[in-house]
């Protein structure tokens, strides 16, 4: 695994690339030192607006990634994943991951966060599972957690998150037969019907438009006994 990380090394993989390792003396494995970014977790309302969507987008090119690798991550979560300038993700904190020789591969054990981490994980890992496809719910379930923060939906990502954290691991779509140009291609939707106090605001406006039209309307005269009628 950790041979996989020092090729990490170009940006647009979105992993954040090896600055200092060493082994801990408890037998936990090598630890990963990283840059000061900020985590998912404490992003603002104000990111999430802004670059909501290319944040979901970078971080299935990230997932993508590493499972072109064969690497399933196997902890990923908002603590996990880091914006850095330019609103640049990264997938943070590979301790648990492990490197498969097949995509199909299993494994047993439990690995990840609890409420992050994929039905048949939380089950019974000890009767084994596919970590490419526990990565993949987990994946879905923080593709959720963002785009509950949008102030827009966008069906699409809707409908891709509800595959991605299907109950059967067979029936989630690996990332690499996602065309993500396809799926970031139409813009995110708002609400069609508008507030209710938008309609109030309208309402009264009209009211006042056409009381003044009809105060507007001049005088109509009748010679008839020198009489004006209004």
């Known amino acids: 695994m950790h041979s996989f990380l020092l090729e990490c090394k170009l940006s647009e993989n979105r992993i954040v690339p090896i600055l200092e390792s060493f082994t801990c003396p408890c037998g936990l494995g090598k630890l990963i030192a990283m ?3 900020l985590v998912l977790r404490d992003a603002t309302a104000k990111l999430f607006k802004t670059a909501g969507d290319s944040l979901i987008r970078q971080l ?16 990923i979560k908002p603590d996990n994943i880091v914006i850095g300038a330019n609103n640049q ?18 494994i047993k054990g439990y690995q990840g966060t609890k409420g992050w981490v994929a039905p048949e994980v939380e089950g019974n890992p000890d009767a084994g599972y596919q970590p490419i496809r526990a990565d993949l719910w987990s994946t879905g379930r923080v ?15 809707e409908s891709l998150t509800d595959r991605l954290q299907d109950p059967e691991p067979q029936q989630r779509p690996l990332l690499s037969t996602i065309n993500l140009d396809t799926l970031f291609r139409r813009p995110f939707l708002y609400p069609e019907n508008p507030p209710l106090k938008a309609k109030r605001k309208l309402g009264v406006n009209a009211q006042r438009n056409k009381e003044v039209k009809r105060t507007c309307v001049p005088p109509r005269r009748s010679m008839r006994h020198g ?4």
Request: hydrophobic content about 45%; overall charge positive; proline content about 4%.
């Open 143 to 157: 593709i959720r957690h963002l785009a509950k923060h949008l102030p827009a939906r966008h069906s699409e990502i």
């Open 89 to 106: 993700l990264r997938i943070i904190d590979f301790s648990v991951s492990v490197r498969v020789p097949l995509l199909e591969s299993r």
């Open 227 to 230: 009489t004006a009628t209004f």
């Open 35 to 37: 840059r000061e970014d």
């Open 60 to 75: 299935l090119e990230g997932v993508r990634f590493i499972h072109r690798n064969l690497v399933a991550h196997l902890d």
